[in-house]
């Protein structure tokens, strides 16, 4: 086995080892991981150093059969990085790569139950945004959203651009926030028709003529771009916002007095725990699109020098795709 690990000072090493699957886990041969440059840039500057292995989305290969859970030999899965487990005697959900070892790497074991077959119509390119998907099912759960009701969303990352094909299909309206004018162009393509820059737009002034004067119903901030507080400005009063995406570790800016006087009311939801299924059923169905994202690829081997790269220049790639021989 051979994994990328990242170090107290930021240094990239490639560590060898054995590897065998403990009891209720199967081993599998990773094949392609999908970073952000925005993962990659927070996790150098993450002070908890217990995770040294990013990536939380992964295609692999199954590389020991497992007929008592109908997994042959070979084949193609997703893997979900959702992983539950107790903690202080109580069950919680941790994400690969962000609260634990992750899947840069050529081989890992996980749980039997995070691993999910691929229909043959799902391309590697789109099912290694199954966990994006699944998260953004988990916001809107979150979210007491009708039909028809406008949701504006900050941030045009992988996440921004899920939920924006999410809440189209949900019969919700979006409004998507960003100041890189090529990812809201990329929205654009998928028919999100309100994007705003605020390098050009004056927000409230542009969310008011959408609405009506009413401002949107809910908010989704993607911790990516713009600042918390655009969400909470573009929202009427007693609306709920939700904070959404893997732990980005750095401080944003609230105001408070926002919050207080609109009584608004704010969550987080930082994984897709049981949305995996829901998720795969919705890229076979070509429900969400991806074409675009991917905006980087990169052999196993480039891994430090994107890494220090993407640490530089946060924004310069939306999504790297790493191919694993």
């Known amino acids: 086995m051979k994994a990328w690990h990242i170090g107290n000072l930021n240094e990239i090493t490639l560590e060898e080892g054995t590897l065998a699957p403990r009891e209720g886990e199967i081993k599998v041969k ?28 992964a295609i692999a290969y199954v590389s020991d059969e497992n007929e008592e859970h109908g997994f042959m030999l070979g084949s193609r899965v997703v893997i979900n990085p959702f992983v539950k487990t107790q903690e202080h005697g109580e069950a919680v959900v941790k ?28 391309a590697d390119d789109e099912a290694v945004f199954a966990e994006h998907i699944a998260m953004g099912n988990k916001v809107f759960s979150a979210l007491p959203c009708e039909e028809g009701d406008y949701v504006v969303i900050v941030g045009a990352g992988t996440l921004g651009l899920v939920l924006c094909q999410l809440a189209t299909y949900y019969q919700m309206v979006p409004i998507l926030v960003d100041l890189d004018a090529d990812k809201l162009e990329l929205a654009k ?21 959408i609405t009506g004067g009413r401002m949107c119903e ?6 990516e771009g713009v600042g918390l507080n655009a969400a909470l400005r573009l929202v009427k009063n007693g609306s709920e916002v939700v904070i959404a995406g893997h732990a980005a570790y750095e401080k944003h800016q609230v105001d408070m007095n926002i919050i207080l006087k609109k009584q608004l009311k704010v969550k987080g939801v930082c994984n897709g725990a ?20 991917i905006t980087e690829r990169a ?20 999504t790297v795709l790493f191919m694993i021989d």
């Open 299 to 318: 052999d196993f081997d480039k891994m430090p020098s994107i890494f220090e790269e993407c640490v530089k220049y946060p924004y310069k790639y939306n």
């Open 95 to 122: 994400t690969m790569g962000v609260d634990m070892n992750g899947l840069m790497q050529d081989f890992v074991c996980v749980p039997i139950e995070n691993v999910f077959p691929l229909p043959d119509g799902i």
């Open 218 to 223: 809910s908010a989704v901030f993607t911790s």
């Open 189 to 209: 393509k998928w028919d999100v028709y309100y994007t705003l820059n605020p390098t050009y737009d004056n927000l409230e002034r542009k969310v008011q003529e």
């Open 274 to 293: 049981g949305e995996m299924p829901s998720a795969i059923n919705l890229l076979a169905n070509s429900i969400v699109h991806t074409d675009g994202i």
């Open 30 to 57: 990773v094949a392609k991981v999908a970073l952000s440059s925005t993962d990659m840039s927070c996790f150098a500057d993450r002070d908890n150093t217990a995770v040294e292995v990013p990536g939380h989305a």
